[in-house]
């Protein structure tokens, strides 16, 4: 299907990072690895529709995943329907284009939500300075060996590390506790930020 590829909206809470609680609608991308020859990046109107007759139009925090850089134009149409505050951007941090990255800045706040894939990081996010746009960074951790990893990639591509948030690695409320009690006091040791996890709560 041509235009936006839309897996999923729905509203819920922010599982975890910067925002975590806070109440947001959730735009779900399916990632495109590869656009395709001859992409039109028209929205359909159905997509428009879905997220109106949802009741959605008016939410002032929206989040965005699904490598949405893919789809960027698309996605500027898509704020024709939706006039959120603040838009919070998730992705591997692949790809990184100036212009896109601070488009919208003159009429949000922008907030680029980065879980680094290791092996294919732009460095350009390491140093993003435009007005009303934030970058921070997130990793999954389990234990030190983790942070040790993420230390010494944020140290290779010049991260500060007061913008990484270790989220714990878990799927269940059952090992949340235990794991956030380690990832509290090596973020204290990295000099770096640790955020709760919701597991498998909306609303």
Known sequence: MKGLSVNRVYKGLQEEGMFYGHPAVFLNLKPLPVVPEGYDFQIPEQVGLSILMAGLADTNYLVINGNPLLQWDSLIKLYSYLRPSKIEIQTEGTIFDQKKVGVLSGVHSLYY?????????????????????????????????????????????????????????????ENLIPTLTTIFKLAVRYNMKASPKLCGLSI
């Not at 460095?123 to 746009?133: F, G, H, L």
């Not at 983790?146 to 913008?163: M, N």
Request: hydrophobic share 40%.
């Open 113 to 173: 939500a980065i879980s680094p894939n290791y092996g294919k990081f732009s460095k350009e996010w390491a140093t993003v300075n435009i007005p009303n746009v934030t970058v921070f960074f997130k990793f999954l951790v389990s234990e030190e060996k983790d942070v040790e990893k993420v230390a010494i990639f944020a140290q290779h591509y010049e991260l500060r590390t007061g913008d990484i948030y270790l989220i714990p690695n878990v799927q269940d409320n």
